[in-house]
């Protein structure tokens, strides 16, 4: 036996990774190849939140030659096409048997504390000392449910896209969804589509077109650099982690789904959320100058695609003019709705979603309950993060942006390693190279 | 923030963007002088008309006094039988958005390093007058619908423009007011 295993026996590792989602099973394998004993603690099984948290019909925004993990890609015969939920669930499966994870599923971590050179992690089944910890547990822990839905009536039924999973489970009736993100119009578009009427909260979003000039519109961005942007690139990296996911599905078609298509759909489009009140919802009139901004950002993007392809050896004749529409919007918006006269029976909250760190009893936390950290490197020593919005780069929260900040946070882990090593035994330890 | 050598050009909105963005910083750090609370007094003077007057501020964490006290004069226009001494309230909500948005305008312009020669908006309300009138219940007091129109002359493009507007009306308190419900308290004393 080895001393890592003997001394995972003890529940002492060096490091613990919390869940075995695509980042926590990338940051296994660097670990491994570094030979650096730990283990990954998943609550269910591998690939969790893909199996329970999400809708029956959801695919992939990213097509899958760009889907891909650490050594581990996408090796079927449609790389423009999008995984399917079963197809995500197996890309990952397929990794955690290839790098051999040493994944412990079915432990639930109850709190994560502070302990003499390291911590503590307890869970449902035993206790763990570590030196480092991995946050791997996701971005989308818990929906951001606003607290006006306390106010929504008894007859109708509020849901989180963690909860659903296909229109038919819905009630017959109209069906309200918050929020204009991926997420929303996706829901907007299935929910309508199966016969309920649709109404759509729509606040600030981003609008994109699925292909442009013929190609992905993800493929324009990793050509211009843009999902690869660094947090130190922007200028206010706490507004971009905030800005909602871009208003695209991963569909057979490579159909795109702005406003427009949903419009033409018959799904009706509605200010933000701004309350509800007396049996009633209450939108802003603020549709116009959400879609006017999201417009101009569209603009102001394919303005940058073209000048990319001016620059390059692209064949795509620029004077083909590419028009967009600009988003319709109805003459006068509607600024209410009676769940009760107008029969609306769920309402569906695409309204975000945070981590949950209510295990973390670590002083790592901002007033809002946020996690302070820079790129990942969380502000107690030896404790990361992995797969946050745009936490070190624009791809952090994709399946793809794992690479990069694994490997840059894995050398960072490894540093503050062979520090404590250094520290307890001067003389024999050798240096692991930390590269950053 | 940096700032490229070779597009080093003099733009003079008259707005201190670094005292503003040294503002945002302080007011990050210390949240609770972030809180702020304006007021008017208004005193009613015959028939429609009345007298608003506007000076001290709270915020920073401490009470704030201008110079010179505000006043404005609000009334209602002859054809409602009264005597027109001021624009009327409506108006002043007017007066308050379009203000508001073209403030933001000339904000946004100077960060982001946009000379503006000239800003035009104008504003106009439509008002069925049947729900002040209470001739018909289901016509809303309010108005239903605003229309803003801005005139922009700048050294920018269409686009630039289009932003700098857009913009505005994100950063809007008044935009954020008349566009979204806001709980209000009256009471006697």
């Known amino acids: 036996m080895t001393p890592a295993r003997r001394a995972a026996r003890n529940g002492a590792v060096d490091v613990v990774v919390i869940g075995a989602g695509h980042s926590g099973l990338a940051m296994s394998a660097f670990l491994s190849q570094h030979g650096v004993d730990h ?22 925004l990213t097509p899958n030659w760009l889907s891909r993990l650490p050594g ?19 890309f990952i499966d397929d990794y955690a048997r290839v790098i051999a994870a040493p994944v412990h599923t079915g432990v639930t971590v109850l709190s994560v504390t502070d302990e003499k050179d390291g911590y503590r992690v307890c869970t449902d089944s035993r206790d763990w000392r570590c030196r480092c910890v991995v946050l791997a547990n996701g971005a989308f822990g818990l929906a ?9 009536p008894s007859s109708v039924r509020s849901l989180s896209p963690a909860e659903y999973r296909r229109p038919q489970d819905l009630e017959e009736g109209g069906v309200l969804v918050v929020g204009a993100s991926a997420t929303g119009v996706q829901l907007a578009d299935e929910i309508q589509r199966s016969g309920r009427q649709v109404t759509l909260a729509v606040g600030e979003h981003i609008r ?66 701004a309350a509800v009140r007396d049996g009633r919802a209450l939108f802003s009139g603020s549709l116009r100058s959400h879609c006017a901004m999201a417009d101009l950002k569209q ?23 590419a028009t967009v529409m600009p988003t319709w919007v ?47 490197i969380v502000s107690a020593p030896g404790v990361y993060a992995l797969g946050l919005n745009f936490m070190r780069r624009r791809k952090s929260s994709f399946m793809h942006g794992a690479e990069d ?32 | ?86 624009a009327t309230p409506v108006e002043f909500v007017l007066v308050g958005l379009a203000s508001c948005l073209a403030a933001g305008v000339a904000a946004v312009a100077q960060h982001r390093k946009i000379q503006l020669r000239k800003v035009s908006a104008t504003v106009e309300a439509g008002m069925n007058v049947q729900g002040i009138l209470g001739i018909d219940a289901d016509v809303r007091n309010g108005f239903d619908g605003i229309k803003v129109i801005f005139d922009i002359d700048a050294d920018a493009t269409k686009e630039e423009i289009a932003a700098l507007v857009a913009q505005s009306q994100k950063r809007s308190a008044v935009f954020d007011i008349v566009t979204n419900p806001t709980d209000v308290a009256v009471e006697v004393r």
């Not at chain 2, 503002?23 to 028939?47: D, H, S, V, Y």
């Open chain 1, 208 to 273: 994109l077109p699925r292909n442009y000039r013929g190609r992905d519109i993800q493929g324009w961005l990793e050509s211009l650099g843009v999902l690869d942007q660094r947090i130190d690139e922007v200028d206010d990296v706490v507004r971009v982690r905030r800005v909602p996911s871009p208003q695209l599905v991963g569909s057979p078609e490579h159909a795109t789904l702005d406003l427009n298509a949903l419009t033409e759909r018959g799904v009706e489009i509605v200010g933000r959320l």
């Open chain 2, 1 to 86: 923030m940096l700032q490229n050598a070779t597009q080093v050009k003099q733009v003079n909105n008259g707005v201190n963007v670094g005292a503003l963005l040294d503002a945002r910083q302080a007011l990050t750090a210390a949240p609770e002088a972030a809180r702020f609370k304006w007021r008017a007094t208004t005193q009613w003077i015959n028939g429609t008309h009345s007298r608003s007057t506007v000076s001290g501020f709270y915020g920073l964490g401490t009470e704030q006094s201008r110079k010179v006290e505000f006043k404005f004069d609000a009334d209602h226009p002859e054809i409602f039988a009264s005597e027109d001494h001021g």
């Open chain 1, 39 to 60: 283990v990954v603690l998943e609550r269910g099984q591998v690939a969790n939140s893909w199996r329970r948290e999400r809708w029956d019909s959801l695919r992939l």
């Open chain 1, 405 to 436: 900040d694994v490997r840059e946070l894995g050398y960072e882990l490894l540093a503050h390693l062979d520090a404590l090593h250094q520290c307890e035994d001067p003389p024999q330890t050798q240096a692991v190279g930390a590269a950053m």
């Open chain 1, 330 to 376: 109805p003459d006068q918006p509607r600024l209410a709705l009676d769940f009760g006269r107008e029969r609306v029976r769920t309402v569906l909250w695409a309204t975000g979603f945070r981590p949950d760190y209510s295990w973390l009893h670590l002083p790592v936390l901002d007033a809002k309950g946020q996690l302070q950290h820079e790129g990942g």
């Open chain 1, 72 to 90: 581990h890609r996408y090796d079927g015969d449609d790389p423009h096409g999008f995984m399917s939920l079963p197809e995500v669930i197996a």
């Open chain 1, 299 to 321: 603009q102001r993007l394919l303005a940058s695609i073209d000048r990319w392809i001016e620059d390059h050896p692209y064949r795509v004749d620029l004077r083909d003019a």
């Open chain 1, 144 to 152: 951001n449910i606003p607290g006006t839905a306390a106010a929504l």
